[in-house]
C-alpha cells in the first residue's frame, strides 16, 4: 500500500467529521469536531478540554472594527508547525512589482485555455501559472491573477500565502482542501475564498484540474454595497458555505510552504498541521454556488453599468474605486426596448482580466472560448465585435434569455503587467486585435447639424 492509499483510508475512516459546511459570509461561526472541544463563555481558559491548546488566527489588526479574527483549539500551536525555513524557487508564480521592459502590457489581447497535460507532475504549488499583476505585495495593495493546473495531490504537503487571500474559479476537475478550519469539495460553477495565514492542502478529486486565482493583497473581499437595490439579490449571506471543524492527527513528516513577500520558503515538521479540533470566529474559509447569484438589470431600457452585476469587491482607500471587484455575467433575461443590449463600448479607469467558464459571451461570440482569458487594461477601449454589434443593432428587440453562458471579470483601479509565461508561453491570440478591424462606417453625412 502507497503512502496515498494509506492516506486515504484514514480520510474515508473520518468521513462523519466532515461532511458538512455552516451557512454565512462573515458569520461568526462556531464548531467542534469532539463534544466539548470548544470553551463556552471564555476564549482562553486556565486548561483546555482534550488537553488543546488555544490560539486566535486574526485576519485584521485587533482594533478595526469588525475584527475578523477566529479561536483555535488545536492539538498543537503553530510554532509547533514551524521550523527554520529555507527559500525555494516557484518559478511560474510571479507576484506584484512584476515589470519587464521587454514586454507591453499596453494593449488588448486575449488566450486560448491553458493546456493541462495530465501527463505532467503538478501540484497546487507547482502547476500555478501569473498571469498578470498589479499593485505591490509589499505594501499590500493590488493582486495578481493566475491560471492554476493540478495534475496530482499534494501528499503531506501544506501550503498557506501570508501575502494575500485567494479567491479560485474552477472551470475544469474538482479539488478538495483540506484546511485548517476544515474541508471544501470545489467544482466549476463554485468559488472559494481561503484568507490570508491559512493553511491547507489541495487533492485532486476528479482531473486533471484547471481554473483561475485571484490572489488578493489589500483588503479582504466582502458583498458590495446594494445601494438602491435594497437588501435582496445579486450574493445573498446565506448562500455562503464555511465548513465545519475537521482535524488531522497524523505523526508524519511533512513539508510546509509559505508565500511571504512574494518569495517562496518550505519548512520541515513531524507532523500534520491540520490540527485544530474545534474554533469559533468569522475569518475562514468559504464557499459559493455561483448558480446561486441572482443579476438585476434594466427591465425598459439603456444598459446598466456592468458593476451591477459584482459578486465580491475588495475596497480601496479611494472610495467607489476598488482594490478588485470579482463580477459575473450569468445566463439572465434581456428585455430592455430600443436598446444596444451587449455591453457597449467602453474604456475606464479599472483594469479588466476576464475568463470564460462555459458557453459564448454575448459580446464577443467566437474565439473567447471556455477556459480562454482576456485582458483590457486601464483606459484601454474595447467592446463588442463585428458579429455582435450587428447582431444586435438590427435584432428584434423581443424578449431573449441569454443561456448556457458563465464568464467573470476580476477587476482592479491598477493596471495589469503581463507576466512572461503570458506573453511568450501562454497560448496568446496574436490576432484579437482584428476583431474590431472590419467595424464599419455607418455615418451618414447627409443629415443637417454637421460642424
Same mark, same amino acid.
Given at each position: 500500500?502507497?503512502?496515498?492509499?494509506?492516506r486515504?483510508?484514514?480520510y474515508?475512516e473520518?468521513?462523519?467529521?466532515?461532511?458538512?459546511y455552516?451557512?454565512?459570509?462573515g458569520n461568526?461561526?462556531?464548531?467542534?469536531?469532539?463534544?466539548g472541544?470548544?470553551?463556552?463563555g471564555m476564549?482562553?481558559?486556565?486548561k483546555?478540554?482534550?488537553?488543546?491548546?488555544?490560539?486566535?488566527?486574526?485576519? %485584521?489588526?485587533?482594533?478595526?472594527?469588525?475584527?475578523?479574527? %477566529?479561536?483555535?483549539?488545536?492539538?498543537?500551536?503553530?510554532v509547533?508547525?514551524?521550523?527554520r525555513?529555507?527559500?525555494i524557487?516557484?518559478?511560474?508564480?510571479?507576484?506584484?512589482?512584476?515589470?519587464?521592459?521587454?514586454?507591453?502590457?499596453?494593449g488588448?489581447?486575449?488566450?486560448?485555455?491553458?493546456e493541462?497535460?495530465?501527463a505532467?507532475?503538478?501540484?497546487?504549488?507547482?502547476?500555478?501559472?501569473?498571469?498578470? %499583476?498589479a499593485g505591490?505585495v509589499?505594501?499590500?495593495?493590488?493582486?495578481?491573477?493566475?491560471?492554476y493546473?493540478? %495534475?496530482q495531490?499534494?501528499v503531506?504537503?501544506?501550503?498557506?500565502? =501570508?501575502?494575500?487571500e485567494? !479567491?479560485v474559479?474552477p472551470?475544469?476537475g474538482r479539488?478538495?482542501?483540506?484546511?485548517?478550519?476544515?474541508?471544501?469539495?470545489?467544482?466549476?460553477?463554485?468559488?472559494?475564498?481561503l484568507?490570508?495565514g491559512?493553511?491547507y492542502?489541495v487533492?485532486?478529486?476528479?482531473?486533471?484540474?484547471?481554473?483561475?486565482?485571484?490572489?488578493n493583497?489589500?483588503?479582504?473581499?466582502?458583498?458590495?454595497?446594494?445601494?438602491?437595490?435594497?437588501?435582496n439579490c445579486?450574493?445573498?449571506?446565506?448562500?455562503f458555505? =464555511?465548513?465545519?471543524? =475537521?482535524?488531522?492527527?497524523?505523526?508524519?513528516?511533512s513539508?510546509i510552504?509559505?508565500?511571504?513577500?512574494?518569495?517562496f520558503?518550505?519548512?520541515?515538521?513531524?507532523?500534520?498541521?491540520l490540527?485544530?479540533?474545534?474554533?469559533?470566529?468569522?475569518? =475562514?474559509?468559504v464557499k459559493y454556488?455561483l448558480?446561486n447569484?441572482?443579476p438585476?438589470?434594466?427591465?425598459l431600457?439603456d444598459?446598466?453599468?456592468?458593476?451591477?452585476?459584482?459578486?465580491l469587491?475588495?475596497p480601496?482607500?479611494?472610495?467607489?474605486t476598488a482594490n478588485?471587484d470579482?463580477?459575473?455575467?450569468r445566463e439572465?433575461? !434581456?428585455?430592455?426596448?430600443?436598446t444596444?443590449?451587449?455591453?457597449?463600448?467602453?474604456?475606464?479607469i479599472?483594469?479588466? !482580466?476576464m475568463?470564460?467558464?462555459?458557453g459564448?459571451y454575448?459580446?464577443?461570440?467566437?474565439?473567447?472560448?471556455?477556459?480562454?482569458?482576456?485582458?483590457?487594461?486601464?483606459m484601454?477601449?474595447?467592446?463588442?465585435?463585428?458579429?455582435a454589434?450587428?447582431?444586435?443593432s438590427?435584432s428584434?428587440?423581443k424578449a431573449?434569455?441569454?443561456?448556457?453562458?458563465m464568464s467573470?471579470?476580476?477587476?482592479?483601479?491598477?493596471?495589469?503587467?503581463?507576466?512572461?509565461?503570458?506573453?511568450?508561453?501562454a497560448?496568446?491570440q496574436?490576432?484579437?486585435?482584428d476583431?474590431?478591424?472590419d467595424?464599419s462606417?455607418?455615418?451618414?453625412g447627409?443629415r443637417?447639424?454637421?460642424?
Amino acid at each position: 500500500m502507497n503512502k496515498q492509499d494509506a492516506r486515504n483510508i484514514v480520510y474515508s475512516e473520518a468521513k462523519a467529521l466532515v461532511s458538512g459546511y455552516m451557512p454565512g459570509f462573515g458569520n461568526d461561526h462556531e464548531t467542534e469536531a469532539l463534544p466539548g472541544a470548544l470553551p463556552q463563555g471564555m476564549n482562553s481558559p486556565q486548561k483546555c478540554a482534550y488537553g488543546l491548546y488555544a490560539e486566535q488566527l486574526s485576519g %485584521t489588526a485587533f482594533t478595526v472594527h469588525p475584527p475578523e479574527r %477566529t479561536w483555535c483549539y488545536r492539538i498543537r500551536p503553530s510554532v509547533k508547525h514551524s521550523t527554520r525555513y529555507r527559500k525555494i524557487d516557484v518559478p511560474y508564480w510571479k507576484s506584484a512589482p512584476c515589470v519587464h521592459d521587454d514586454i507591453i502590457s499596453l494593449g488588448q489581447y486575449r488566450w486560448n485555455p491553458v493546456e493541462v497535460d495530465s501527463a505532467q507532475e503538478l501540484n497546487w504549488i507547482s502547476g500555478m501559472r501569473t498571469v498578470t %499583476t498589479a499593485g505591490d505585495v509589499n505594501t499590500q495593495v493590488g493582486m495578481a491573477s493566475h491560471v492554476y493546473l493540478v %495534475t496530482q495531490s499534494m501528499v503531506d504537503d501544506y501550503f498557506f500565502s =501570508a501575502d494575500s487571500e485567494m !479567491l479560485v474559479v474552477p472551470q475544469q476537475g474538482r479539488l478538495r482542501f483540506y484546511t485548517e478550519l476544515g474541508i471544501i469539495d470545489l467544482e466549476p460553477k463554485e468559488i472559494a475564498i481561503l484568507p490570508r495565514g491559512l493553511v491547507y492542502r489541495v487533492e485532486l478529486v476528479e482531473g486533471p484540474a484547471r481554473g483561475f486565482v485571484c490572489e488578493n493583497y489589500g483588503q479582504k473581499f466582502e458583498l458590495p454595497g446594494r445601494g438602491p437595490i435594497g437588501a435582496n439579490c445579486l450574493a445573498n449571506p446565506r448562500d455562503f458555505r =464555511a465548513p465545519i471543524a =475537521a482535524f488531522e492527527d497524523r505523526e508524519v513528516p511533512s513539508t510546509i510552504t509559505v508565500k511571504w513577500c512574494g518569495q517562496f520558503h518550505t519548512t520541515e515538521i513531524g507532523q500534520s498541521p491540520l490540527d485544530v479540533v474545534a474554533w469559533h470566529g468569522n475569518y =475562514a474559509p468559504v464557499k459559493y454556488d455561483l448558480r446561486n447569484y441572482c443579476p438585476v438589470g434594466s427591465i425598459l431600457f439603456d444598459h446598466p453599468d456592468p458593476s451591477i452585476f459584482t459578486v465580491l469587491t475588495a475596497p480601496s482607500g479611494s472610495p467607489g474605486t476598488a482594490n478588485i471587484d470579482f463580477v459575473l455575467f450569468r445566463e439572465r433575461w !434581456l428585455v430592455a426596448e430600443n436598446t444596444f443590449r451587449p455591453p457597449w463600448y467602453h474604456k475606464n479607469i479599472m483594469s479588466e !482580466l476576464m475568463g470564460n467558464i462555459y458557453g459564448i459571451y454575448d459580446a464577443k461570440p467566437e474565439g473567447f472560448v471556455p477556459g480562454g482569458l482576456s485582458l483590457h487594461n486601464m483606459m484601454l477601449p474595447h467592446g463588442p465585435d463585428r458579429q455582435a454589434f450587428e447582431g444586435a443593432s438590427n435584432s428584434e428587440l423581443k424578449a431573449e434569455k441569454l443561456d448556457n453562458t458563465m464568464s467573470f471579470m476580476f477587476e482592479t483601479r491598477f493596471p495589469q503587467h503581463l507576466t512572461p509565461f503570458a506573453v511568450k508561453e501562454a497560448p496568446l491570440q496574436d490576432n484579437y486585435i482584428d476583431v474590431w478591424a472590419d467595424l464599419s462606417k455607418h455615418y451618414d453625412g447627409s443629415r443637417e447639424g454637421r460642424w
